[in-house]
């Protein structure tokens, strides 16, 4: 590690040093919550403000305030940054933490803590949020002595954003927050990590043989996660799609990375993806995954996923490839890089040989597509959940949406179809909670974007208190809370595999006024009851200047289908729609366990799940 000195060295305290640190490295708003422990960095951070150039946004909540970095940070790909004081303040981040963690999102979280001399004696509000954190943090640090603090600033935020993205905790003891030394700057990008050297341009043979690979292909599938939203890489992807006539399918967090409406996309797959990527996964020859870790959602039974193919795994963090399926061909690297790379050795050596070698397999996605077409339900006494999101989408295709965590959050992903960034969503840790601060954080961080939250009215009530920082700071989120009175997914779940035993799942009678609480806060409340009133309060919502809070009323029982219950394969979904002519397309045989009429092709009863 070195680092080159700047400026003559000044009379500062380690407060200043983090401030100006941070400032150095581009950081404009800040998220958090003050306390005692934390007092001289906030002191610092007074003076900041009023100088100009940094901002800091007060949360209720300082759960909120790293969801607004998370969000922030999901939003820009920039580094996020938040602030909690030491004990509970800091306990209060680390569901925020392990959210960013298991989305690999770059954070920096910066908590107070209690003097040096006072650690490890059980002072008032400590707690070891080092240790505490360890598990779901990419790096962390106690700065012991202020001189360090302008290094381990710049280090945290080279670790946050490199590799593999995720977050770094800084803990910072109040004393070391009040010494004096003589600053010495350190600028971004000065700072050199032994033993820390991401890999980034992928090996060469490895790529040869993915293109030989793809070249061979009969159904090629292109499976994209979340690496490829953090390495930037929608336009390769898109190239190499069209190059070869690949469809593509993404994960939670690979939406947006490929544009929707592209003939080529068959939308996301997994335990509630769209029935056409599911049946493609089971049955194509190549499977091409980019940036994606083959997580339990999107696998199914494991054994089973993608078992005609030979995968290709493509990813920088070298952990993942491998972890959960051994590819044919793994390529560890950055995902742009590579696939740049891959483009220009396909270019160089003729292109796509045969062009017209994926047609059969398109054509017959295409008729999954027709016989298997996501639903949207109308009921003639209440809305359906599905038709509010349709009607958001249409008035607002290319907003920036959050969601929390559920049904919503499963439909959401079904219905909406916008572009890279745009997508924000806890996938890993799957948070509730987590939409509201999101949104907030991608409006700082983008003023002139349209940002919706889609949220449940059990997800809201988890950090309701936010709409006291829209309110303070004029933050202009549109929250659309799909309000059914109940934990959707667990009722969902409790209905389908707990014998309709719905413990603990029902939010109502004691369902609050939501129209009247965003009243409370000053915000601009608004019900909607009916189909007749929907899309002009949606219009009328994304008209006002300021930040909306809407309950939508929708049918109680709804459910969230296509749905692969767990333990069964991608193939065996249950709650497809039943489409006469699919039978007549393909050979029908009857299922030797309960009888039904069954595609051959689909290799599972799509009734009872037995293999065919």
């Known amino acids: 590690m070195s680092t080159t000195p700047l400026v003559t060295p000044k009379r500062a305290t380690g407060a200043y040093a983090l401030i100006d640190s941070l400032k150095r490295h581009g950081v404009e708003h800040i998220f958090g919550y003050p306390g005692g422990a934390i007092l001289p960095i906030y002191d610092e951070l007074y003076r900041a403000e009023a100088a100009g150039g940094i901002q800091h946004i007060l ?46 999102i770059p954070m920096v979280v910066v908590t107070g803590q209690v003097p040096r001399a006072a650690i490890g004696t059980d002072a008032f509000q400590e707690t070891d949020i080092y240790g505490i954190t360890l598990p779901i943090v990419k790096h962390s640090y106690v700065v012991r002595d202020p001189a360090d603090m302008a290094r381990i600033v710049a280090e945290a935020f080279y670790i946050a ?50 293109v030989q690979l793809i070249r061979e ?31 593509v399918t993404t994960t939670l967090m690979g939406k947006g990375i490929f544009d929707e ?65 051994a590819p044919e061909v793994p390529i560890v690297g950055d995902v742009r890089t590579v696939l740049v790379e891959l483009l220009r050795r396909c270019q160089e050596t003729g ?17 999954w597509k027709e016989d298997y077409p996501l639903i949207v339900p109308r009921h003639a006494d209440r ?73 449940g009215d059990a997800s809201f009530q988890m950090n309701l208190q936010e709409l006291g920082t829209l309110a303070q700071f004029g ?41 009247l609480l965003a009243k409370a806060y000053g915000i601009k409340g608004m019900v909607v009851s009916t189909r007749e009133e929907l899309a002009m309060a949606i219009a009328q919502m994304l008209a006002h200047d300021g930040p909306v809070l809407m309950d939508v009323h929708v049918n109680r029982e709804e459910n969230c289908y296509p749905m692969v219950p767990p333990g069964k394969s991608n193939a065996q979904m249950v709650g497809l729609p039943k489409q006469p002519k699919a039978e007549k397309a393909l050979e029908v045989v009857h299922c030797s366990n309960c009888g039904a009429k069954n595609l051959s092709s689909n290799n599972f009863c799509p009734e009872c799940g037995t293999k065919i």
Request: aromatic share 8%.
């Open 475 to 515: 933050i202009n989120v549109k929250t659309v809370i799909i309000n059914n009175g109940w934990q959707g997914m667990v009722r969902q779940w409790q209905q389908a595999f707990y014998g309709e035993r719905y413990s603990s799942s029902n939010m109502e009678p004691s369902m609050p006024d939501f129209e």
């Open 217 to 247: 292909s009969q159904r090629p599938l292109l499976y994209v996660g979340g690496g490829a939203i953090a390495s930037g890489a929608h336009a390769e992807v898109q190239q190499l799609a069209e190059m070869f006539q690949i469809p």
């Open 383 to 455: 809305l359906s959940p599905q038709e509010v999101i349709v009607e958001l989408s249409q008035q607002a295709p290319n907003a920036y949406y959050t969601t929390d965590v559920g049904q919503h959050q499963m439909w959401s992903a079904q219905f909406l179809k916008n572009g890279p960034r745009r997508w924000i969503s806890s996938a890993g840790l799957g948070t509730m909670g987590f939409g509201m601060p999101a949104a907030m954080g991608a409006k700082v961080a983008l003023p002139d974007e349209e940002v919706i939250c889609i949220s």
């Open 351 to 367: 292109g796509c040989q045969n062009p017209s070698q994926t047609q059969v397999w398109l054509k017959r996605i295409e008729s």
């Open 59 to 104: 949360v209720r909540h300082e759960q909120g305030a790293a969801h607004a970095a998370d969000g922030y940070a999901r939003a820009t790909g920039k580094v996020g940054v938040c602030f909690g004081t030491s004990g509970p303040g800091a306990t209060n981040l680390v569901t925020g933490i392990a959210t960013a963690h298991m989305d690999s």
């Open 261 to 325: 409406h592209n003939s080529l996309a068959v939308g996301m797959l997994g335990m509630h993806g769209t029935a056409y990527a599911n049946f493609a996964v089971s049955e194509c020859d190549l499977l091409i995954a980019v940036g994606a870790r083959f997580d339990d959602r999107v696998t199914g039974k494991l054994d089973e996923f993608a078992s005609r193919a030979k995968v290709i795994h493509i990813d920088i963090d070298p952990a993942e490839v491998g972890k959960n399926r």
């Open 161 to 210: 954003s490199t590799g593999r993205p995720g977050p770094v905790l800084v803990d910072v003891p109040k004393d070391v927050g009040l010494e004096e030394f003589d600053y010495v700057p350190v600028e971004p990008g000065t700072v050199r990590l032994t033993g820390y050297r991401p890999t980034v341009k992928g090996n060469p043979r490895q790529i040869v043989q993915a």
